[in-house]
């Protein structure tokens, strides 16, 4: 009996904790609802408002240019009318002119006549120089009706039409921005951020991304590209820091962007690669990113990393930045110490590329060859662990198998390269024997 009781009670608790599992996953599911909800709640009324606005906007600025066009006419009328008048205002002063004097003459003229035989002589003689003065056969020309400005105001009433066209088709309301981010992948002081479209139908020529740091004293969101491509290492981010990350599109031959993607948040646990400082012959960047060799030696030292940051799995990325003098001595590469006193990454314990393209492993240069190191120039280092080997001075050490793809240009070589089995990380480093070079590291 007791054994059915354990037995019952054992079910029961199973049942609880089932029942408790079930309920915690119910009540996140729930709480994703909630936040989906309010997602399409807070973007729809997003939208209501942007629409809003922007309507508003047009309303004013068309009524605001309606009201300046229908001015700028109107003072066309005003002035045609003034410049049309004026000539017959001239015109009408002189013929009442005219017809002021006419009606003294003819006063004077009538007074001539009735006047008495003593003084008529006189009086018809001055009448009659008087009308040889003021020239009765001469009339001023009056403008004939053709000649005379007709003012007119001309209409277009296809604007309306087309002005209706284009309204009908202006503004779009989508359930979905046309991309969306895809991917967010940890690298050395930044993250690699990939997107994707998810509208087929929409014709992207740009992409833009941007990014800002979250949470509390959280900054705006700033540009950090702009291009044709779908993925960008985005750099100088401090490590265990939330960022937030959005995209949008501009289709082909239009000049606004798209919707912003929904924001994702991201984050580095990676500090960023930095060279060492207090190298004779190297000036860093602030960040210590960037190391230009300069002409203060003239022997070839091996600039290193600050400490042995690369691992398996990651990309370790040189860029070219400004270029000198070839020299065979010239390294770019990783190896497993930072041995002083070397004067090339080209010993053992260390892969590397020369200027020239050469491929060097444990000092042994490879048969492969890649394209050699020009302005703007990126090598790629990819290294994955393959095997793990007993060591071959059975002292108990084990050896590791890794392999390694070095990239460059649109070439590769991969080789396997054998190491001490106890390395957690790796050094890289450069050398360069004559002053110019200038490379980023990342």
């Known amino acids: 009996m007791s054994a059915e009781v354990d037995l019952l009670l054992q079910e029961a608790k199973e049942s609880i904790e089932a029942a408790q599992n079930y309920r915690s ?80 003459l003819l006063r004077e003229g009538e007074a001539a006549l009735r006047c008495g035989l003593g003084e008529k002589e006189d009086k018809l003689g001055s009448f009659t120089k008087k009308a040889l003065h003021i020239q009765l056969d001469s009339l001023p020309e009056v403008p004939a009706l053709v000649d005379v400005p007709c003012v007119s105001a001309q209409l277009d009433d296809s604007l309306l039409g087309a ?62 590209y702009i291009g044709r491509e779908q993925e960008f290492l985005v750099l100088h981010l401090d490590a265990h820091t939330d960022y937030q990350f959005r995209v949008s599109a501009r289709g082909e031959g239009r ?46 030292c091996v600039l290193y990393s600050r400490g042995p940051t690369y691992f398996c799995g990651q990309t370790l990325t040189f860029k070219i930045s400004a270029v000198g003098a070839l020299d065979h001595r010239d390294s770019l590469g990783v190896c497993v110490d930072d ?49 793990v080997q007993p060591g071959l001075h059975g002292d108990g050490a084990s050896v590791a198998k890794l392999r390694v793809t070095i990239g460059s240009g649109n070439r590769e070589v991969v080789f396997d ?21 200038k490379v980023l590291v990342f």
């Open 163 to 224: 002005l209706k066209e284009r309204v009908s088709r202006h503004g779009a309301v989508s359930s979905y921005p046309p991309v969306q981010i895809e991917e967010l992948q940890e690298r050395p002081g930044g993250v690699l951020v990939r997107w994707c479209k998810v509208d087929e139908d929409f014709a992207a020529a740009d992409f833009r991304l941007q990014c800002r740091r979250s949470g509390t004293g959280g900054s705006q969101y700033e540009d950090a």
């Open 25 to 104: 996953e119910l009540q996140l599911r729930l709480h994703g609802l909630n936040q989906a909800r309010k997602q399409v709640r807070g973007s729809s009324s997003q939208a209501r408002e942007a629409l809003k606005r922007h309507f508003s906007e047009l309303q004013s600025s068309a009524s605001r240019l309606l009201e300046e066009r229908l001015s700028a006419l109107l003072l066309e009328v005003d002035s045609i009318e003034a410049e049309s008048i004026k000539p017959l205002d001239d015109c009408q002063a002189l013929i009442e002119h005219g017809v002021g004097q006419a009606d003294e």
């Open 339 to 387: 041995s002083r006193g070397e004067e090339s990454l080209q010993r053992d314990q260390a892969v590397c590329i020369s200027t020239n393209g050469a491929v060097f492993v444990n000092g042994k240069e490879m048969t492969n060859q890649l394209p050699a190191l020009v302005l703007g120039a990126a090598v790629t280092f990819d290294m994955e662990m393959v095997s």
């Open 255 to 300: 000049t606004e962007w798209s919707p912003w993607s929904i924001p994702q948040t991201g984050s580095t646990t990676l500090a960023a690669h930095e060279w060492c400082p207090g190298t004779e012959g190297y000036v860093l960047s602030s960040r210590r990113n960037i190391a230009l060799r300069n002409d203060s030696v003239s022997r070839c």
């Open 417 to 437: 390269w054998l190491v001490e089995h106890s390395l957690d990380a790796l050094f890289f480093g450069c050398s360069f024997a004559h002053s110019g070079w």
